[in-house]
């Protein structure tokens, strides 16, 4: 008969699968030898059961064993508990292999846009039970997101000066270019202008190429949404600088003024340095890096 005292439960699993297959066994013997055990060391374990638990599991019945009616409630215990920790170490290791969990993805508008959709459609077909979540907004944004552990990854435009604890990879380098109003002549140093909004990465590579052509350019209207300054410039508003992707793309593309480049942005993929390995991540960069 086991000490009854009062104690904290605290047993092992092992323990409890052992007790489950004794009672689905007809003997402790065949108990023991399905569990690869001595039967010695299972009578050890179940008295080692009892003790952490303060009853007695069995009975004497001549020579056999049988479950008190304190063992049956502890087999149904069993039952209930092993089979959650099955369905949990199921679950983990789905998640170790990337095939559930959350993804927390954020990207700039060139991201959402036409840089990423087919990733982002490859991404959720083969992995439809991982709950991939997206957000759009400025590189700056994201990449305090990402530092304030609110995202797992982002689409920036590299500004050059990462932090620390911060690693990047560049997807690309994008030219942007100039653009015009259809129909429109005007000195661009004279025109309206349509630009991204001052203080983000792509807009401080703009002014400064723009003043390397001498322009100073009179704003009218700023957006981040290179769609939106797009439609503004074939509605005659100003001029600005686009990516060719947004510009010439569909049925009344805007038409490229002469020269190169304005400016070019890198758009790159940032992660917390320190984060662990995470296969979802690795999956979601590794069809990102096909678009190169």
């Not at 990465?201 to 797009?230: A, C, F, K, M, Y």
């Not at 793309?249 to 890198?266: D, F, I, M, N, Q």
Request: aromatic letters at 6%.
């Amino acid at each position: 008969m086991p000490d009854r005292r009062p104690a904290g439960l605290n047993v092992h699993l092992q323990q409890l699968a052992y007790l489950r297959e004794i009672e689905r066994s007809p003997t402790w013997a065949r108990a023991a030898q399905r569990l690869n055990l001595s039967q010695p060391a299972l009578s050890q374990s179940m008295a080692e059961l009892e003790r952490r638990l303060g009853v007695s599991l069995f009975e004497r019945d001549g020579r056999r064993r049988r479950l008190t009616e304190e063992g049956h409630e502890t087999v149904r215990f069993a039952r209930e508990v092993l089979a959650r920790a099955e369905e949990f170490s199921e679950a983990l290791d789905r998640r170790r292999e990337g095939r559930a969990g959350a993804l927390r993805v954020g990207m700039i508008d060139a991201g959402s846009l036409y840089l990423l959709p087919q990733a982002v459609r490859r991404f959720r077909d083969e992995s439809p039970d991982v709950d991939l979540r997206l957000t759009v907004a400025p590189s700056s944004s994201l990449e305090r997101a990402l530092q304030r552990f609110e995202l797992d990854l982002a689409v920036v435009v590299d500004d050059g000066d990462p932090p620390d604890d911060v690693l990047r990879e560049t997807l690309t380098d994008e030219p942007l270019y100039l653009y015009a109003p259809p129909r429109r002549r005007e000195d661009p140093a004279d025109a309206d202008w349509l630009l991204y909004p001052p203080g983000s990465h792509t807009r401080e590579r703009i002014d400064v190429g723009l003043h390397e052509r001498g322009i100073t350019p009179r704003v009218r209207l700023e957006s981040g949404n290179p769609q939106v300054l797009r439609q503004m410039v074939a509605l005659g508003f100003g001029w600005s600088v686009l990516p060719a992707a947004v510009a010439e793309s569909g049925p009344e593309s805007l038409r490229r003024r002469r020269g190169g480049p304005v400016a070019v942005r890198t758009i790159c993929t940032v992660r917390r340095r320190n984060a662990p390995a995470d296969p979802r991540a690795e999956s979601f960069l590794a069809m990102a890096r096909d678009l190169r």
